[in-house]
């Protein structure tokens, strides 16, 4: 170990930070030689072997240039990196000596440029079997299959005894995806390995360099040797030799596993390093430059085709959620109390997303439970913790144990939810569910355990080495669920927006419906009721009349009083006939408030001179409205401001106007007792008195009509009130119209 | 102006209505003959039919009536004999609180007026009065 990093001893934390890029030693099947790039006959480091092939005397080495010395193919590969080429866009140079071909190839990483020589071993794969590879994928859509595919055809081109699909987790495990195995081999498919097992230093090496390949882990490195002038940590990055030497944690993490030879092929997918190819070879196996270059592009080609599927599978899903989703809202009903329901189609709730089940919680009604959810008595429990969490319109946790622990069950194999507010005037939600994602999770060994100090080298260093255990360990500590993806909110988001839409409407509908059955009964009940009272009245009237002489005070006062009562009841009778009247649509038209004040005052002439009321009328701006109610409206209120005067108080009022730009306000002031502050909410309610009868005459329907009147106007009508001086009512409107000249 | 007023027709459904509306005219003492029809047909019978006495010199109309009600009435009634027709005064007699009933009496020129239930004798008086002279007269 301290023959790779001089610099560097690795311990039980430090593994993340390995300098695997820069080991000072190079596998034992090729050669290296690296130059410095601003100057190409300065020799940076080499091993022993380049300077044979390149005959290259050791003794001039470090003190002469050795650009004379560089055979043509070296000279070539200089000149392109010089011309910013690459190791991937150039083909190796092939170099011959001592009657062996070598492949040589060039890379230039920070200020050196690394040549590697290799031997030249024939090629085991074509451009042939890169296009059966292509065509191979592309003869299934479901990317399932796609691993299998391309692991069965990778291993039959290139011979390994097992190669895996090896996908990587966002939380940085992975696991098998896809596997092609020697038949007497234990397959791994399906296992996952903790995150650990392919440390970050090894993934970003990978990813620059695509391709890696060990030849033969029991194969001695070679040393390198550099500069006696080099500076004091200055490095020879071999990020991209294809020569590097290999981690010893990872030697004896192969070693373990019984494997001696693999090739890694990154996959990227979007920039991002998505997993990779794993081929694995229980003997010595070199495949050649040519061979690795060529599986790097069919690594490509799989990047290419997995997106291309993943992308018709998400275009499935969206489409088959639309559908689920059409179906879904074409279901939902509404019964009479705005309680949600979903009529035939309401399994289409579990297929608008990829969960285990889904639920709708109702305040007044049992859950509809559908697939895998909580037991039904925590259904009910779970809108409770919802309403605890302030009724949110969305909620979504993969961690209920962590987010939502009351509602956690261990019971249960629910891990987490998503729920959606589906109504603004009740408490429904729809809730989907999924299981607990790796509570059977199978990890290649333990990975609370990925290294063991199991040794103590000569120096007394400790020596780390990979776990040896690959018993598999089963992992059911995991609470969480698979993540709600955007699409997943997205959907969640639509769906309620969706309800909330049929919601409004069937509200406006039903409350349209409610007010005109509600308008036609009152209007005929009221009706209705007229005849009986009249006919009560008038025969009251009669007895009075026939028994005129024979009644004695008491009794003359009991046909008074029943009088008395049918004809209050008549005035409650008209008021409620007016008060649904009200709603009536009646067209809107210019009303000269000035006139219609008058008008009003002209006609309580007989009360105004009986109580020697006086009524100021200041100057009343007209106003767009509905001519009859606001007639009412005014007649109502000034009527008021004459009755509720203290006794021997003359009633003053005034009426006065105004208008700006937005508004018209009409203000009528008395002089009367006035309404206590806590009572102000009450006068505007239907039958809201605060008077006996005997005190104050009225049905109590009054401002209940002037309200209705003033917001059927969309104005608002306010009152201001001080008990024992007076109380001035507002209406203000909104100008709706200019008067028309 | 004067001219005597002797017989007054009540068209209305309501029994209870005709009783005590047949009361208050006759404790006026202007009407010889109050008689009363249930409906609009049948009063319409009683116009058509020959007998002098059957043609009254007033008629209190109520509008809501089955079979044929007020405004029903006045149509077929326009399109009677004038000698049926000419010298009956009528007036409407109702409880509709829909203003619209009171507007349509006014566009007609059969209807002389649009009065109140219940009618009281002091209003059958002027009414009497307005349209068949001083009861002095009589």
């Not at chain 1, 193919?73 to 200089?78: D, E, H, Q, S, T």
């Not at chain 1, 399906?190 to 090496?205: C, E, K, M």
């Not at chain 1, 259904?379 to 209920?400: C, M, S, V, W, Y």
């Not at chain 2, 009063?43 to 109520?62: H, K």
Request: glycine share 8%.
């Amino acid at each position: 170990m301290s023959q790779l990093y001089p610099d560097f001893t690795l311990t039980r934390d430090n593994c993340d930070r390995e300098p695997i890029h820069r080991p000072e030693a190079i596998q034992g099947t090729g050669h290296v030689l690296a130059l410095d790039a601003a100057d190409p006959g300065r020799v940076l480091a080499y091993s022993d072997g380049a300077l044979d092939i390149l005959g290259i005397p050791a003794d001039a080495i470090w003190t002469q240039g050795v650009t004379a010395h560089l055979p043509e193919p070296c000279r070539l590969i200089i000149e392109r990196l010089e011309a910013g080429e690459t190791n991937e866009s150039m083909a190796p140079q092939p170099l011959t000596h001592g009657g062996i071909t070598y492949d040589t190839i060039g890379s230039c990483r920070g200020s050196a440029y690394v040549l590697d020589f290799e031997d030249a071993d024939p090629p085991e794969i074509e451009t042939s079997d890169a296009l059966r590879f292509d065509a191979l994928l592309r003869s299934t859509d479901d990317p399932e299959a796609l691993y299998d595919v391309a692991a069965q055809e990778l291993r039959r081109q290139l011979g390994f005894d097992r190669v895996m699909v090896y996908q990587f987790d966002p939380d940085g495990h992975g696991f098998v995806v896809g596997e092609a195995k020697r038949d007497d081999l234990e397959p791994f498919l399906g296992l996952h390995y903790p995150a650990t097992d392919i440390p970050q230093p090894a993934r970003v090496v990978l990813q620059a360099a695509r391709v890696r390949s060990i030849a033969d882990i029991h194969l001695p490195n070679r040393p390198l040797h550099f500069r006696p002038d080099r500076p004091d940590g200055e490095h020879l990055d071999l990020t991209y030799s294809q020569l590097r030497a290999t981690s010893p944690i990872h030697i004896e993490y192969l070693a373990n596993m019984g494997v001696q030879a693999t090739m890694t092929i990154a996959i990227e997918v979007g920039g991002a390093l998505w997993g990779l190819f794993a081929c694995h070879h229980y003997g010595p196996k070199n495949p050649g430059y040519h061979t690795r270059r060529l599986a790097g592009m069919e690594s490509l080609l799989f990047s290419l085709r997995l997106q291309e599927v993943q992308a018709a599978k998400v275009e499935r899903n969206r489409l088959a959620s639309r559908e689920a989703e059409e179906k879904l809202i074409g279901s939902i009903r509404f019964d009479d109390i705005h309680q949600l329901d979903l009529a035939s189609h309401g399994s289409a709730l579990v297929e608008l997303c990829a969960c285990d089940g889904a639920a709708v919680l109702s305040a007044d009604k049992p859950p509809i439970a559908l697939g895998e959810t909580f037991p039904v008595e925590q259904l009910g429990a779970l809108r409770q913790h919802l309403a605890e969490l302030g009724a949110p319109k969305i909620f979504t946790t993969d961690h209920i144990a962590a987010d939502l622990p009351a509602a956690f069950s261990a019971d249960t194999e629910i891990g987490g939810l998503l729920a959606a507010r589906v109504s603004e005037v009740g408490s429904t939600y729809f809730v989907w569910f999924r299981r607990r994602q790796r509570q059977a999770i199978t990890w290649a060994g333990d990975p609370r355990l990925p290294h063991v100090v199991d040794r103590i080298d000569e120096s007394g260093a400790q020596r780390l080495s990979p776990r040896q255990s690959f018993a598999k360990w089963q992992d059911a500590i995991e609470d969480r669920c698979l993540p709600w993806t955007d699409d997943v909110l997205d959907m969640a988001q639509r769906i309620r927006g969706r309800v909330l839409q049929r919601e409004a409407t069937f509200t406006a509908t039903t409350m349209q419906r409610h007010n005109d059955d509600l308008r036609q009964m009152s209007y005929a009940a009221s009706h209705d009721l007229r005849e009986p009272l009249r006919t009560v009245g008038n025969y009251l009237e009669l007895l009075t009349e026939d028994l005129d002489e024979r009644l004695d005070d008491e009794q003359r006062h009991f046909l008074e009083r029943a009088g008395a009562a049918t004809r209050r009841m008549r005035g409650l009778v008209d008021d409620l006939l007016t008060y649904a009247d009200v709603q009536r649509e009646v067209a809107w038209e210019w009303v000269d408030m000035a006139a219609l004040v008058a008008g009003i005052v002209e006609d309580l002439g007989d009360v105004i001179q009986r109580t020697g009321a006086t009524i100021d009328v200041g100057t009343l701006p007209p106003i767009f409205g509905k001519r009859t109610n606001l007639e009412r409206c005014f007649l109502n209120l000034i009527t008021n401001a004459l009755k509720y005067v203290a006794d021997g108080v003359q009633p003053h009022v005034t009426v006065t106007g105004e208008q700006d730009a937005d508004t018209i306000t009409y203000r009528i002031t008395d002089n009367g007792i006035g309404i206590a502050p806590e009572n102000v909410a009450k006068i505007f309610a239907i039958f809201g008195r605060l008077h006996h009868h005997s005190e104050y005459t009225g049905s109590g329907m009054g401002l209940a009509i002037c309200k209705r009147v003033v917001e059927g106007m969309h104005g608002t009508l306010e009152v201001a009130s001080e008990p024992g001086r007076g109380s001035t009512f507002t209406c203000r409107f909104e100008r709706r119209m200019e008067l028309p000249t | 102006m004067s001219r005597p007023l002797h017989h007054v027709l009540l068209v209305d459904d309501n029994t209870d209505d005709n009783y005590f509306h047949a009361r208050s005219i006759k404790k006026s003492g202007r009407a010889v003959t109050v008689s009363t029809c249930r409906d609009g047909e049948e009063a319409l019978a009683c116009l058509e039919s020959d007998t002098d006495q059957a043609i009254p010199d007033l008629i209190f109309l109520d509008i809501n009536m089955p079979k044929m009600n007020g405004w029903e009435f006045i149509e077929a009634f326009a399109n009677l004999e004038p000698a049926c027709r000419d010298t009956v005064v009528v007036v409407m007699l109702s409880t509709s609180p829909n203003p619209a009933d009171r507007e349509r009496a006014g566009r007609t020129d059969i209807v002389s007026e649009f009065i109140d239930k219940p009618l009281r004798t002091e209003t059958f008086t002027r009414i009497a009065d307005t349209y068949f002279g001083g009861g002095d007269d009589d």
